[in-house]
C-alpha cells in the first residue's frame, strides 16, 4: 500500500494512515499494531479509485477527519461515524476540497468550529457539526481572499489552537488569528 497521509495523536496514543487506495487505517502508537479500518471508502458516495488526501486527528476529543475525494467524514475513536458534508455543498472540481484538518477551538466562532477546509480555488472554510443531523454545516469563509489557487496545507497552532496557518501551491502562506474572547 502507498500511504498518502499520516496523523498521530500523542494524546490518545493512535496513528492514522490514509492510502493511494482509499483505506484508512488506525494503529496503536505504542505496539505499531492495528486496531481497525475506518469507513468503506469504496461505497457509492466515494469512486473506488480515489486515495485519502487527508487525514487529521484532534487531540481534545479523539475524533478522526478523513477526506477522500469530495468528501469528508468525521469518526469517533472506535470508528463510528459521527459527521458528513451536508447535503446542500455539492462541490465542482473547480472548488473542490484539497485539504482538511480537524480543530475544536471554541473561539474560532460562536458554534465551535471542528473542521477546517482548503480548496482548489483558494478557499478556507470553517465547519462545525450538527449534532442532530450529523452533518457538518458551513460556518465561514475565511476572507479577504489571501489564495488565489490551490491550498495544499492547513496547521493549527498556538496552545488553544487559536491560529490558523495556511498554504497554497504557489507559496503563499497566509496567518489567521481568532478574536480573542474575554
Excluded at 64 to 80: K, Q, S
Excluded at 91 to 110: G, H, L, V, Y
Aim: glycine share 8%.
Amino acid at each position: 500500500r502507498k500511504v498518502t497521509c499520516v496523523d498521530i495523536s500523542t494524546t490518545f496514543g493512535t496513528i492514522v494512515t490514509g492510502d493511494k487506495d482509499g483505506t484508512v487505517l488506525l494503529w496503536d502508537l505504542r505496539t505499531l499494531s492495528f486496531l481497525r479500518k475506518l469507513g468503506d471508502f469504496s461505497a457509492s458516495d466515494y469512486k473506488s479509485n480515489e486515495s485519502v488526501v487527508s487525514v487529521s486527528m484532534n487531540d481534545k476529543t479523539g475524533d478522526i477527519l478523513v477526506l477522500v475525494g469530495m468528501n469528508v467524514t468525521i469518526f469517533d475513536i472506535n470508528g463510528n461515524i459521527i459527521a458528513t458534508f451536508d447535503d446542500e455543498h455539492q462541490f465542482t472540481e473547480k472548488n473542490r476540497p484539497t485539504c482538511a484538518i480537524s480543530t475544536d477551538c471554541q473561539e474560532w466562532m460562536e458554534n465551535g468550529i471542528t473542521t477546517i477546509t482548503g480548496h482548489m480555488n483558494g478557499d478556507v472554510i470553517l465547519w462545525s457539526i450538527d449534532t442532530d443531523v450529523g452533518k457538518l454545516v458551513l460556518r465561514h469563509v475565511i476572507g479577504p481572499k489571501v489564495h488565489t489557487c490551490m491550498v495544499t496545507c492547513l496547521k493549527i497552532e498556538g496552545q488553544r489552537q487559536d491560529q490558523l496557518l495556511s498554504g497554497d501551491i504557489s507559496g503563499r502562506m497566509s496567518h489567521s488569528k481568532t478574536i480573542q474572547l474575554e
